[in-house]
């Protein structure tokens, strides 16, 4: 059974960057669109961003344009979400799952449990 592993989540204070990783394990990411989703206490889930199979696509919530980045490495079978300028209102659980890429991102068959990023002095 494919799923998902998240990584790289912690305390950071505003402003700051964290990078986030998601490996899969039994499934082979080249094959898949692959989006990061977001879970906040109290709020609705998010689609924070997403990157087509090739790379060459990508959707960005207008909350994270130009603060955050979505990139892949199919040889390590890896997408990354680097995340700059954080905010307090980014705190959330984000998870990764394979995802179809259009005017949004659409959360398919396999995903993890997520990583925490709390973003607070």
């Known amino acids: 059974q494919g799923k998902l592993v998240e990584s790289g989540g912690g305390l950071v204070q505003p402003g700051g960057s964290l990078r986030l990783s998601c490996v899969g394990s039994g499934i082979s990411l080249e094959n898949h669109g692959v989006g990061w989703f977001r879970q906040a206490p109290g709020k609705e889930g998010e689609a924070v961003t997403c990157i087509t199979a090739g790379g060459g696509s990508m959707y960005y919530a207008d909350s994270v344009k130009g603060r955050f980045t979505i990139s892949r490495d199919n040889a390590k079978n890896s997408v990354y979400l680097h995340m700059d300028r954080l905010k307090p209102e980014d705190t959330a659980v984000y998870f990764c799952?394979?995802?179809?890429?259009?005017?949004?991102?659409?959360?398919?068959?396999?995903w993890g449990q997520g990583t925490q990023v709390t973003v607070s002095s």
């Open positions: 799952a394979t995802a179809t890429v259009g005017f949004g991102c659409l959360r398919e068959d396999y």
